[in-house]
């Protein structure tokens, strides 16, 4: 290969001494190099012309297929590294807990499939904290939903449904679907300040005065406190798989959803490994759109 690009530099800089230079090569090395190569095509491929390197009438025809050889290694070379790249290593994945419950899961469980031995860290944070994580490196990706992270890129997954859950015995039961202003005065659990988004998603569609008895950092606690009718509250439609037999889930008559997807520094600038993870996370979330009754909603 190096015959190849031995004689594509000395045509393009004009020079076997320049060539030499460039590859690394003494001006004798280069030199033989090249009428090696011309001895084994058969005939000239260069003429020097006004103290410059020009190509043979006959090296003019043979040269693209040089390049293309050339060029055929370097695609080679890079496709290599980054099939390394794929080989060893490890991310770091941030994640709501509404997306580490229900599709982060399908995600990781096809990933490791293919790449077992790149180790995943999976951590759920404060919806706050995301933009801090990311800058510092702590985290590599963020599986969140959209907001104004300003300096990353947010890419788009699809569309989750809001919902108000319930005790079975709750009189909100008799709604098909919840108008948000049913909410005013009744029992209210609060996600804690920065553990989310969701209520404030459900009050700028149409505001609501609720009487907050509790506030939790954990959807799973708040689940548990609804079960004991202790009054409802606003969660992703990711989480009703989870619901026990006595809670029960309504849509919001308004249609409030939010917008899912990942946040990330650089797409350009990122490894192999997470372009991989990125390809394989909408890989999963096409399947998912796809099925019956999923409660995934298209863009």
Not at 155 to 174: E, G, V, Y
Request: proline content about 4%; aromatic content about 10%; charged content about 20%.
């Amino acid at each position: 290969m190096i015959k190849y690009r031995a004689l594509i530099q000395a045509i393009e800089l004009g020079s076997i001494t320049k060539a030499a230079k460039a590859l690394g090569y003494s001006q004798p090395g280069v030199s033989h190099i090249i009428d090696s190569l011309e001895e084994k095509i058969g005939f000239p491929l260069l003429i020097k012309s006004n103290n410059r390197l020009q190509l043979t009438n006959t090296g003019k025809k043979l040269f693209p297929y040089f390049k293309k050889i050339v060029n055929a290694e370097d695609d080679m070379l890079s496709m290599a590294k980054s099939i390394n790249g794929l080989m060893e290593g490890s991310i770091y994945i941030g994640a709501q807990n509404s997306m580490l419950v229900n599709l982060l899961p399908k995600i990781i469980a096809k990933f490791s499939e293919a790449y077992s031995s790149i180790e995943l860290n999976i951590q759920e944070y404060p919806f706050e904290n995301f933009a801090a994580l990311l800058e510092s490196g702590d985290i590599d990706i963020s599986f969140m939903s959209e907001s104004n992270i300003k300096g990353f890129e947010f890419h788009p997954l699809f569309k989750d449904s809001l919902c108000l859950i319930m005790n079975k015995d709750h009189p909100f039961t008799a709604y098909d679907k919840i108008p948000v202003s049913s909410l005013n005065g009744c029992d209210f659990i609060m996600p804690a300040p920065g553990w989310g988004d969701i209520v404030s998603i459900v009050s700028g569609k149409k505001e609501f005065s609720a009487n907050t008895k509790y506030y939790t950092t954990s959807d799973t606690a708040a689940i548990a406190i609804v079960a004991e009718n202790q009054g409802v509250y606003i969660m992703s439609s990711l989480h009703t798989s989870l619901l026990p037999e006595n809670v029960v889930f309504r849509e919001f008559e308004e249609d409030i959803s939010r917008v899912m997807g990942f946040a990330i520094k650089s797409l350009k600038n990122t490894t192999p490994a997470i372009l991989e993870f990125i390809r394989i996370a909408q890989q999963v979330v096409e399947t998912e759109l796809k099925k019956e009754g999923s409660i995934l909603r298209p863009l």
